[in-house]
């Protein structure tokens, strides 16, 4: 098993930056696909950025391109979000995921490993 603790997020304003951590305890995370959702007030939990095991390969969703960037130390057994030009609508909790599939990318379903979250507002 592992156990996933997210830290970082906060308030930031309009066109700022901020870093999220997902630091793994337990089993190394370095043996699991990693990803990062969010999840707004009143919405569905949406994928954001996933990054393969070794950090070899990643995909972010569309409104993210361009802005956020996934990676991974797998001596330090975090994965991390870098977030920059927030916007309004990035405002959300934002959870690490690792996944128990052997898919790339993995399925939804296969993130069996989540942390608690990290909430992020951005003021417009």
């Known amino acids: 098993q592992v156990q996933l603790a997210e830290s970082g997020g906060g308030l930031v304003q309009a066109g700022g930056s901020l870093r999220l951590s997902c630091a793994g305890t337990g089993r190394p995370l370095r043996s699991y696909p990693v990803a990062w959702f969010r999840q707004a007030p009143g919405k569905e939990r949406d994928f954001v950025a996933g990054i393969t095991w070794d950090g070899g390969d990643t995909y972010y969703r569309d409104s993210v391109k361009g802005r956020f960037t996934i990676s991974r130390d797998n001596a330090k057994n975090t994965v991390f979000l870098q977030m920059n030009s927030l916007k309004a609508e990035d405002t959300a909790v934002y959870y690490c995921?690792?996944?128990?599939?052997?898919?790339?990318?993995?399925?939804?379903?296969?993130?069996?490993?989540w942390g608690q979250g990290t909430q992020v507002t951005v003021s417009s």
């Open positions: 995921a690792a996944s128990l599939g052997s898919s790339w990318p993995p399925r939804n379903y296969e993130y069996g490993y």
